[in-house]
């Protein structure tokens, strides 16, 4: 039976992708958002798109008013491991972030949202459990006591616990993803704000044959990687399961960052070299210490499977060749 929907943050990478197929499978959905999809049309991907900041509670207010079956909390300051591992937006990243949820929660409890989706991030874990970059544990229940890398984990948590508490006090049926990296067409890819994925492939498509492109960090610190197509698989499939704790979303197919820098060098066909750059040299370069994050961090996928009953599915190879041919395209506009 189609659905009323909203997708608040759906003007970015995830929410676009998930209005679009919300809307595909013949549902009513609104997107909000602080600014246009860059893009998708809005006939595109949804049925009414509205411009609105979500850290001012009147707003939140009036765009969750309509009696809405469900409702996908993507809205956040967010970015790639510049914008949040540098310590230069903390300020920004968490008060921005905690304002809108508080004000989500609330507004999705007065106007009796049926079910609330919420995500948060594999940076909810604790560093001292990341440090081996073949053996990280991400398991759910690993996330306390808490001790995230970043600012970004340690709001991710809090509001985690604040739409857990509003389940707890006001009876809001919420699902809590923890997503591990994900990745696709249609998101970030220049600027300061695009995640690993698009950053390497875009240097190598952009680096001309016989050149080298730089990784940041040694390149031995690994992480796992999820195509968006499985991702919305894996929302829906923890949309209709009956738990409401936080889940892991995220391929576990651990990768090292230099491995993945060459899948990308391999999918442009060139001749390219990697050059790793860290500790001093790269700080004297750019001004603030290399943000590599966690050592190691990679998705642990029991507790989806025990209550969905399904599994997720991630090609790492064929996603990054779908995501290369799409910012080939991009890099080829904007010349
Ligand atoms: P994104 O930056 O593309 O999308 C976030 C959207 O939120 C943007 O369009 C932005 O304009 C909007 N937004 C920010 N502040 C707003 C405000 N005050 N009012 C209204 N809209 C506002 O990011 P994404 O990669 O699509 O991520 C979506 C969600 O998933 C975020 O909450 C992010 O923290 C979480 N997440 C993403 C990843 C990932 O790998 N992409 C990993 C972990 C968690």
Known sequence: ????????????????????????????????????????????FCD????????????ASEVLSGSFDEVYQLAADMGGAEYLFSGL?????????????IH?????????????????????????????????????DSAYPAQPDSEYGWEKLFSERLYLAFRKNYGLNVRIARFHNIF?????????????PAAMLRKAIECEEGGEI??????????????IEDCLLAIEALMEADFSDPVNIGSEN?????SMAEIAVQISGKNIGIKNLCGQEFETKYGFPCPIGVMGRNSHNKLFEEKTGSKIQSDLES???????WIKSQSEQSK
């Open 214 to 227: 730089e990784v940041w960090g040694d390149g031995s610190q690994t992480r796992s990687f999820l195509f």
């Open 89 to 101: 937006n903390d300020a920004n990243v968490m008060s921005s972030s905690a304002l809108i949820n």
């Open 1 to 44: 039976m189609p659905k009323r929907v909203a997708v608040l943050g759906g003007g970015g990478f995830i929410g676009g992708h998930l209005a679009k197929r919300l809307k595909s499978q013949g549902n009513w959905v609104r997107v909000v958002d602080i600014k246009f999809h860059s893009y998708f049309e809005k006939d595109e």
């Open 254 to 258: 651990l990768i090292s960052i230099n």
């Open 184 to 196: 696709g067409p249609f998101g970030t890819w220049s600027g300061g704000k695009e995640k690993a």
């Open 48 to 59: 009414e798109f509205l411009i609105g900041d979500l850290a001012d509670p009147a707003t």
């Open 104 to 140: 989500v929660v609330k507004a999705a409890v007065k106007h009796g949202v049926k079910k609330l989706f919420f995500s948060s991030s594999a940076c909810v874990y604790p560093e001292f459990n990341q440090m081996d970059p073949l053996n990280p544990n991400c398991e759910e």
């Open 319 to 325: 996603g990054l060749k779908e995501t290369y041919q």
